[in-house]
């Protein structure tokens, strides 16, 4: 494992630093599909790096590229021809957003219809009702504004006087809510808050309201997907649980805007019995999170995404969406 990982990482350093090589390894995995994953697209600075919420100067960059260079396809497009055996063009590439940002409708859309680049975006349909981020981010922002000079996680003592202490007490905060349970986890970050003084979340993190979506969704280039009902990761939910989340999130898109076929697993993590789940519930296909590109006879419920975050170059983003 050390070997492989250090050998990804002498990869990544001769693909950023060498064009033609990049473009060498471009061609060679031409045949496999780039399933890309965003979160939110940003226009103003935030107090505390977040890897999920890029500038939209940034996305921008990476979207010109893209086009220029790739074939960029609805995932619903390539789901269907992944299931049918049909060929795809070489340099398929699919642009997925996670949890339903207000940002994706105000500043990646645009973008987007400059392209002409298709996307999906995967909505956990407990958090339209009231536009408010999904549960990681107002953690995210809890830490990130707080008033307070440090706080106590799992028992240590983190400062809180600098972006850097606070990125690194957010990490921390999250290992260990992450490994909880659903109840379990509400508890302790409901703990945290009071720690914090926590006020309301950051409205750079607030999620598209059902108007929005249907307004969102009415675009030729858009297509909406589940990110399961409350965004709990469904490992650590019971069967029930993991059952419920599936099929009321499916239930709900398909009231409010007509469909739902593919699914995003909230935080990517999922098991054999919700795969199955998934399938009986009637989705068509569901992606994960692990940093891989997709290859064609991969199961449909185990997609693979590559993760894309701010603050990259876009040399490095050409080497990323390489599986790297």
Same mark, same amino acid.
């Given at each position: ?22 473009r060498t ?25 977040n ?108 400062? =809180?006087? #600098?972006?850097? @202490?606070? &990125?690194? /007490?957010?990490?921390? *905060? ?70 419920d ?15 739902c ?28 999170t692990?940093?891989? =590109?997709? #290859?064609?006879? @991969?199961? &449909?419920? /185990?997609?693979?995404? *590559? ?18």
């Open positions: 494992m050390k070997f492989h990982r250090a050998f990804a990482r002498g990869t990544r350093y001769l693909l950023a630093r060498n064009a033609g090589l990049c390894y471009r061609r060679a995995k031409r045949r496999r599909i780039a399933i890309l994953m965003y979160h939110g697209v940003t226009d103003q600075p935030l107090p505390v790096y890897w999920c919420h890029m500038p939209v100067r940034e996305f921008a960059e990476q979207m010109a590229f893209l086009a220029a260079t790739y074939r960029p396809l609805p995932l619903s497009e390539v789901v269907q021809r992944l299931a049918a055996g049909s060929p795809l063009p070489d340099l398929t590439a699919c642009v997925t957003f996670d949890d339903g940002f207000r940002s994706n409708l105000t500043n990646a859309l645009p973008v987007l219809k400059q392209h002409g680049i298709p996307c999906t975006v995967f909505v956990s349909t407990a958090l339209p009702d009231t536009g408010q981020p999904p549960w990681p981010e107002q953690v995210f922002s809890a830490v990130a504004h707080s008033n307070q000079l440090s706080m106590v996680v799992g028992g240590k003592t983190f400062p =809180l006087a #600098s972006a850097a @202490d606070r &990125l690194t /007490a957010y990490y921390a *905060l999250m290992r260990v809510l992450k490994a909880l349970p659903p109840a379990e986890r509400e508890a302790e970050q409901v703990s945290a808050f009071r720690q914090l003084g926590a006020e309301p979340a950051d409205p750079v993190f607030a999620t598209m309201t059902w108007p929005e979506l249907a307004e969102f969704a009415r675009n030729d280039l858009v297509r909406i997907g589940s990110h399961a009902h409350t965004h709990e990761i469904l490992t650590s939910c019971t069967p029930e649980r993991q059952r989340e599936l099929a009321r999130s499916r239930n709900i898109l398909r009231e409010k805007l007509g469909y076929d593919v699914l995003a697993y909230p935080n990517g993590d999922h098991s054999q019995d919700i795969r199955r789940i998934s399938r009986e519930l009637g989705y068509l296909a569901a992606v994960t692990r940093h891989r =590109l997709v #290859s064609p006879g @991969d199961d &449909l419920f /185990a997609l693979d995404r *590559l993760g894309i975050g701010a603050g990259w170059p876009l040399r490095n983003f050409e080497v990323k969406i390489l599986g790297y």
